[in-house]
Nanobody
Framework: QVQLVESGGGLVQAGGSLRLSCAAS????????MGWFRQAPAKERELVAT???????VYTDFVKGRFTISRDNAKNMVYLQMNSLKLEDTAVYYC??????????????WGQGTQVTVSS
């Protein structure tokens, strides 16, 4: 059974940092593109950042320069380093995995989510 398990969420003050981790049991991990999404209360889920199997990264405009996505294929892990956090970054953050044939509009697997709360 495929699992994506997020960790690292929590409460942080505006301007602070958090590092999210996602442990993935997809096989082979190195062939999957990985992504982070988020969903704030009363809002739709939105894509935050993605990293391809080859390590290419893409960020949405609202996190460029503040967030960094990375992966460790030896450990089957993907990370999201979040710096200069803003109140509007408050959301549940989800890890997702996509086969090379898929699209980010419908990832193949989702994690259960981890809450990130940014306070003033």
């Amino acid at each position: 059974q495929v699992q994506l398990v997020e960790s690292g969420g929590g409460l942080v003050q505006a301007g602070g940092s958090l590092r999210l981790s996602c442990a993935a049991s997809v096989r082979p991990f190195s062939s999957y593109a990985m992504g982070w999404f988020r969903q704030a209360p009363a809002k739709e889920r939105e894509l935050v950042a993605t990293i391809s199997a080859g390590g290419n990264t893409v960020y949405t405009d609202f996190v460029k320069g503040r967030f960094t996505i990375s992966r460790d294929n030896a450990k089957n892990m993907v990370y999201l380093q979040m710096n200069s956090l803003k109140l509007e970054d408050t959301a549940v953050y989800y890890c997702a995995a996509r086969k090379w044939t898929g699209t980010w509009s419908s990832p193949d697997y989702w994690g259960q989510g981890t809450q990130v709360t940014v306070s003033s």
